[in-house]
């Protein structure tokens, strides 16, 4: 086969890959289609029948090599620095009153956070509040050590 028609075709397969959801399997026989096509431009692929061997070689070969990697790689979770109970520890301002049992503002990172506490009395306005447990979007907080 003719150098442009494997490079169409390992282009098509690429293209197909795109359109089909993350199953990463048409990805690596486009990749080898696009090896062969680059062989075979340069001149050292052989007779067609060796351009398919090559080009089903590499393909599987590629495929149960790297698939897997490749599937781990998308599916981690998010890195420990972004996940939500990373706040814990971290100092918020209160930016309105917070009653007992009630829910209030503040402000941690650039954001204004919903927050809840467990004391007893009033927390008032511009109070520093150390994050005590995170809940969905709920910070659980308590005044600074030596604040109150």
């Known amino acids: 086969m003719v150098w442009w028609a494997w490079i169409l075709l390992g282009l098509g397969l ?3 890959e795109m359109l089909t959801p993350g ?6 026989f486009g990749l080898a289609a ?7 431009a340069i001149g050292i692929s052989g007779p067609e029948w060796l351009q398919w061997l090559l080009f089903s070689v590499l393909s599987i070969a590629s495929m149960l090599g790297f698939r897997r990697r490749l599937l781990d790689s998308f ?7 972004h996940r939500l109970d990373s706040l814990v ?15 209030g503002k503040a402000e ?5 956070w ?3 506490s467990r004391e007893a009395g009033t927390l008032t306005r511009g109070a520093r509040c150390t994050v ?3 809940e969905g979007l709920t910070l659980w907080v308590r005044p600074e050590k030596g604040v109150y």
């Open 14 to 16: 690429l293209a197909a």
């Open 75 to 81: 599916s981690k979770p998010a890195a420990e620095g």
């Open 108 to 112: 941690l990172r650039g954001t204004v």
């Open 114 to 116: 919903n927050v809840r």
């Open 23 to 28: 199953g990463f399997f048409v990805l690596f």
């Open 89 to 103: 520890g971290d100092v918020a301002v209160l930016t309105e009153d917070l009653a007992p049992g009630g829910v």
């Open 132 to 134: 005590e447990r995170v």
């Open 34 to 40: 696009l090896v062969v096509g680059a062989l075979v």
